[in-house]
């Protein structure tokens, strides 16, 4: 292994730092997709998307096949889909909390959305 200039090791941690830094490493990966998921969410809650689920998705031959014609059901459905996503948010940035900040309660109590 090659020798750490000295304000690296410093900045990044001494000699054992490799399983520290590939922590770090999976868990920017995973609040990046926690975000990603979010950005997500956000956008299907958009009167654009509400309209299109409405008009496209609900009234289409294939959904009523498949699954009944009952809108109001349907949209129940889809809601519920919606709340089930935004408690799997709330999950990460709970777990997030208590990884990065466990001190701070205040990043620790997004489970009870």
Not at 8 to 18: E, M, P, S, T
Not at 31 to 42: G, Q, T
Not at 72 to 101: H, I, Q
């Amino acid at each position: 292994m090659a020798h750490r200039p000295a304000w690296l090791r410093v900045r990044f941690g001494g000699g054992g730092g490799a399983r520290e830094e590939t922590g770090l490493k999976i868990l920017a990966f995973e609040v990046a997709a926690a975000m990603s998921r979010l950005v997500s969410l956000y956008c299907s809650l958009s009167d654009v998307e509400d309209r299109r689920l409405r008009v496209d998705a609900l009234l289409a031959e294939g959904v009523a096949r498949v699954t009944s014609t009952d809108q109001s059901l349907l949209l129940w459905l889809a809601c519920g889909e919606v709340v089930a996503d935004l408690d799997r948010a709330a999950s990460s940035a709970t777990r997030f909390g208590t990884r990065c900040c466990a001190a701070r309660r205040s990043c620790t109590i997004f489970d009870r959305v």
